[in-house]
């Protein structure tokens, strides 16, 4: 790896710093405060004793999530999505991508006809805000799985509705350079980039990978690939380590 230092003084192949403070509102089921260098995002878990229409009597449960960018949450002032109005195109993107990876590692028979929702909200823009949206998302899913097994609502404590854990990170080609979880200075100027999502035993649940100004050839994406894995490795511990607690 290139020991070229970037302008936070990282390696290439180094996350930024990530905080994860669980519990960190009151009302919903789980909720965390994720923090990823400059990038913060508050997930929050809800549970409804109700699925959609296409799961009713199917005997098995829903995990959806909805993501959103505060108006003051990057450097110049965006436009705040109306309640009830079909977000934008972004918006639904990046909550479909939540909610596809948070269901791959949940047994929805095993939770039972109730829906658990995810709200993301970023609170802090600074490159990255949908991978660290799907690693903080982790935290307080598992927190609202751990509540309502504590309460008896699901069977063996809540054990086994979570399958694994899972984590998200970006990674890119910046002047040539391979590097992991890129802030939006990087991201910008990045020749490819490339949000990877990944469960503990390594199986990938998605890949968005797009040359931004010139293609990337496959060796670069194995690379980008394996630094990604790396990193959600490391991901996973700290998830780990916020939920023993």
Excluded: H
Aim: aromatic fraction near 4%.
């Amino acid at each position: 790896m290139n020991s070229r230092l970037r302008a936070d003084g990282r390696r290439p192949d180094a996350l930024r710093a990530v905080r994860i403070t669980p519990n960190f509102q009151k009302f919903p089921a789980g909720s965390a405060l994720i923090e990823c260098g400059n990038t913060r995002v508050i997930c929050a878990a809800s549970v409804e004793e109700r699925v959609p229409p296409f799961l009713l009597g199917a005997g098995k449960g829903w995990v959806t999530a909805e993501y959103s960018m505060l108006p003051s949450s990057t450097p110049t002032r965006s436009q705040r999505e109306g309640a009830g109005s079909k977000p934008q195109g972004r918006t639904q993107e990046i909550q479909r991508l939540i909610g596809r990876s948070l269901r791959a590692i949940v047994d929805l028979k095993a939770l039972g006809e109730r829906t658990i929702t995810v709200d993301c909200d970023v609170i802090e823009a600074d490159g990255g805000t949908r991978t660290a949206s799907i690693t903080g998302a982790i935290v307080a899913l598992g927190l609202a799985i751990r509540k309502l097994g504590s309460q008896g609502i699901l069977k063996r404590n809540g054990e086994g509705v979570m399958k694994q854990f899972l984590a998200a990170v970006s990674v890119g080609i910046v002047a040539g350079v391979p590097m992991l979880d890129l802030d939006y200075s990087e991201d910008s100027q990045a020749d490819a980039d490339c949000n990877v999502v990944m469960t503990e035993a390594g199986w990938l649940v998605e890949v968005q990978a797009t040359a931004e100004r010139k293609p990337f050839s496959r060796d670069e994406l194995d690379t980008l690939l394996g630094l990604a894995g790396n990193g959600i490795r490391e991901l996973i511990r700290l998830q780990q380590e916020v939920l023993k607690a």
